[in-house]
C-alpha cells in the first residue's frame, strides 16, 4: 500500500522523502483545511505531495481510519499511565491546556 508520494517506513505512513507524517496530513483534511492550506502549514511539501497524500488516504481510506483509531486508543492508553506514575506532571498538563482554552485578552 504505497504509491509515488506515501512510503511506510518503522510502522510511520511518511510523505515520501520528508519526515511529514501521513497522519498530520489526514487530521488537517479532517478539520476541513484545503490542500494549499495543508501546504501553508507544511512548507517542505509541495502542493502535488499534498493533493497525492489526499487521494492516497481517499484510496484508502478504511485502513487508514483504523490505522488512526488504533494510534489514538494507545496514545490515550500511553497518557494515562504517564499521569499514574507523574501525577504532578499530568496536573500541570491539565493547567496548561485549559489555559490554552482560554480566549487572549
Known sequence: MTDQYIEK???VWRI????VALDS???????????EAIQDAFP???LSQVYGAIAFYLDHQADLDEHLAHNEA???EFSREIARLFPKGAALKER????????LK
Open 74 to 76: 494507545t496514545e490515550e
Open 9 to 11: 517506513e518503522n510502522q
Open 25 to 35: 496530513i489526514i487530521y488537517q483534511f479532517q478539520q476541513g483545511r484545503s490542500p
Open 44 to 46: 517542505v511539501l509541495s
Open 96 to 103: 496548561v491546556k485549559q489555559s490554552l482554552l482560554q480566549p
Open 16 to 19: 515520501k522523502g520528508t519526515r
